[in-house]
Nanobody, 127 residues
């Protein structure tokens, strides 16, 4: 079965950097889409970024554009989220997710479009 495991979270000061990893098993990255989401206590889960090998597209929430970069290493079946210039409002549990079928970039940010989820990794940014 498909499994996704996040790692790389931790505590960092504002302005610092972290790199999150999403390791996938049960499929290869020949044709894939992986989304990153985050959820803070009491808030809705929100889309952060997405990468699709089908069309080579990447997507970012406005709040992270210019600070976060999504990338993939197909040989390792891993997707990364490089997070720079971190802010306290970035504090959340970060999840990676994959759909059975990717329907296109217009809905990349919608959690309901994803079928498989990791268990999350905590990112805490101190002021």
């Amino acid at each position: 079965e498909v499994q996704l495991v996040e790692s790389g979270g931790g505590l960092v000061q504002a302005g610092g950097s972290l790199r999150l990893s999403c390791a996938a098993s049960g499929f290869t990255f020949d044709d894939y889409a992986i989304g990153w989401f985050r959820q803070a206590p009491g808030k809705e889960r929100e889309g952060v970024s997405c990468i699709s090998s089908s069309d080579g597209s990447t997507y970012y929430a406005d709040s992270v554009k210019g600070r976060f970069t999504i990338s993939s290493d197909n040989a390792k079946n891993t997707v990364y989220l490089q997070m720079n210039s971190l802010k306290p409002e970035d504090t959340a549990v970060y999840y990676c997710a994959a759909p059975d079928f990717y329907s296109g970039g217009s809905s990349w940010y919608q959690p309901s479009k994803y079928d498989y989820w990791g268990q999350g990794t905590q990112v805490t940014v101190s002021s």
